[in-house]
């Protein structure tokens, strides 16, 4: 049964933690448009696509589950236009699992023009200038309408270091939200456009962790199926972030889905698999490989560099994208230094790649009760040693 309920009435898909290795844990997420093999990185498709990279193309190197973003997709097209051409998935020509955020990041980061209030936040579009309001009713529906098949809450994400007081008045609204999210989702029978939606709540509490024991615990409370954590890699130190990773994932129900909120580099993958951690996401990849850099077993390749101008070498020996089957080195830097979309394409390809079997290798390993000695071969910031 890939859709149920939980105790609180909302639609729940079923998830399975099949095994366990030194912290990390490997699962099944079994979702109506297909089951989702944890752990998972999801790549992020802002306004409705991956960029520079066909959904095709996602789906054949191993792309399981997409992102989409509520605030810039309620804005535009808006999420009335999405549902008329078919919903998300119509929309975005993917027929696999979907999920959204609720906006609650991108409406934050606009500090200088939103207004925070317990009722929701007003903010000005970074399209047009004009006033909007996001409300957690408001975060449901936008969601609804767009037909994502996993879903988030609304919640306020302070900044790194933000002062104490800020981070703990951010835990007690996001409940409040969080609540009210609920509410609106059981209203709407945990249904989007054209299927079941299973909704995450998210806690917040900065590094703080006796605020993230706060969090945790009134999110319990409304029984969510699914938990994402929030507010961190945004700006604070890696270690604390890493120790409040640990910590609130240790709070969290062991049978239900874990997601950390926005990291992507190799390295802080392998650092959140092992603290338990299920999904990912991140722009991290796609938008360094934009940049002309790429991801390599040493580390960051930048093709600007002028040594690539002859260099015969693939990007990665083994890698079968088609960036190292069919491009030097130097083709490569070349298309990166004209501009030329192939070469955004390539790229982005092969940095997902490299994700998806960084990823992959590490599920492997947790089945084979070796996750330790696997993680052990790489260094902090994900170079092969």
């Not at 095994?19 to 490997?26: F, K, V």
């Not at 999801?42 to 509520?70: D, F, H, W, Y």
């Not at 009210?180 to 079941?196: I, Q, T």
Request: with cysteine; proline share 5%; glycine share 12%.
């Amino acid at each position: 049964m890939n859709a149920g309920m939980n105790a609180g009435n909302l639609p729940a898909f079923r998830f399975d933690v099949v095994a366990r290795s030194q912290g990390a844990r490997a699962g099944v997420l079994h979702t109506p448009r297909g089951a989702v093999r944890t752990p998972c990185f999801m790549p992020v498709g802002t306004k409705g696509t991956v960029k520079a990279i066909s959904p095709e193309r996602l789906r054949s190197i191993g792309a399981q589950i997409v992102l989409a973003n509520t605030y810039h997709l309620a804005l535009r097209p808006g999420s009335e236009v999405v549902a008329e051409l078919g919903g998300l998935h119509g929309f975005m020509g993917w027929d696999g699992p979907i999920l959204t955020d609720s906006g609650g990041f991108q409406v934050f980061s606009l500090k200088g023009t939103a207004t925070i209030r317990d009722e929701g936040v007003a903010f000005r579009s970074v399209y047009d200038g004009s006033t909007h309001t996001f409300t957690p009713e408001r975060a449901m529906l936008e969601q609804q309408r767009l037909g994502a098949d996993l879903v988030m809450c609304f919640d306020e994400c302070p900044p790194g270091g933000s002062p104490r007081e800020d981070v703990a008045a951010a835990v007690r609204r996001t409940e409040a939200w969080a609540r009210r999210c609920r509410d609106a989702h059981v209203r709407a029978e945990g249904r989007g456009h054209d299927g079941p939606q299973m909704l995450f709540g998210i806690v917040q509490g900065g590094t703080h962790l006796d605020l993230r024991r706060e969090s945790v615990a009134g999110l319990l409370e409304l029984d969510f199926p699914g938990y994402a954590i929030g507010g961190l890699s945004v700006g604070e130190e890696r270690g604390a972030m890493l120790e409040t990773t640990e910590a609130t994932a240790a709070m969290l129900p062991p049978e239900r889905p874990r997601y950390f909120m926005g990291i992507g580099d190799p390295g802080g993958l392998l650092e959140v698999i092992e603290r338990g951690i299920d999904m990912f996401d991140c722009v991290l990849p796609t938008r360094i490989a934009r940049m002309g850099t790429a991801f390599v077993p040493g580390g960051r390749l930048n093709l600007r560099n002028a040594e690539h101008t002859s260099s015969r070498e693939p990007l990665e020996s083994g890698c079968p994208c088609q960036a190292c089957t069919t491009f030097s080195r130097g083709a490569l830097r070349h298309f990166v230094m004209q501009k030329e979309i192939l070469g955004l394409q390539l790229l982005t390809e092969h940095n997902l790649v490299h994700v998806f079997r960084l990823v992959e290798a590490a599920r492997a390993a947790i089945l084979g009760g070796r996750f330790a000695e696997f993680k052990g071969t790489f260094s902090s910031n994900g170079e092969h040693r």
